[in-house]
């Protein structure tokens, strides 16, 4: 948001359960859903996954602008976009000061699902020891579900996990 408006719609992945809001909220404020380029398809196919898994409805948005890059300028902020497939192909997070938003890589206590279409453990346990490495010990995590915890803390439970 810049001085209050919505500038932008980032899809950290395109599971439904992410996509669900997106479409009202981009006819709403008249923007563009940005989603990583090998999660495109995904954001499509979203509605028919939520009835499949779900047996819900959800429009998904038709306004959606496919990225590959490591860096997203948005409205003069520079945001780090950090590649961390493995929940889908094309998983991101989003890099702010201080913060962040890891989507479904990294839960509170818990990785994302890698048992859906496009989900490779192998790949999901790279990233979040990719994300983990390189962050600060009290960066905020902020999930795509539950309560957000630091960094610290995050290695903590994933080296008592034997994967790290």
Not at 24 to 47: E, I, K, M, P, T
Not at 127 to 152: I, K
């Amino acid at each position: 948001m810049a001085g209050g408006r919505v500038e932008h719609i980032l899809l950290t992945h395109g599971h439904y359960d992410h996509v669900g809001a997106a479409a009202a909220l981009s006819a709403r404020y008249q923007r563009a859903c940005l989603v990583h380029a090998a999660d495109r398809a995904l954001v499509g196919q979203a509605a028919v996954y939520a009835h499949a898994f779900d047996r819900s409805t959800i429009t998904t948005p038709s306004n959606v602008i496919a990225f590959d890059t490591s860096l997203l300028t948005l409205g003069g902020l520079s945001l780090a976009v950090i590649a961390c497939p493995g929940h889908t192909p094309g998983s991101v997070a989003f890099r702010l000061p201080g913060v962040v938003l890891s989507g479904d890589t990294l839960l509170r206590e818990a990785t994302g699902r890698t048992d859906l279409p496009g989900g490779d453990a192998q790949a999901l346990r790279g990233s979040v020891e990719r994300l983990l490495r390189h962050e600060d010990p009290g960066t905020l995590l902020r999930a795509g579900h539950g309560r957000p915890w630091e960094v610290g803390a995050a290695r903590e439970w994933w080296a008592k996990q034997g994967t790290a």
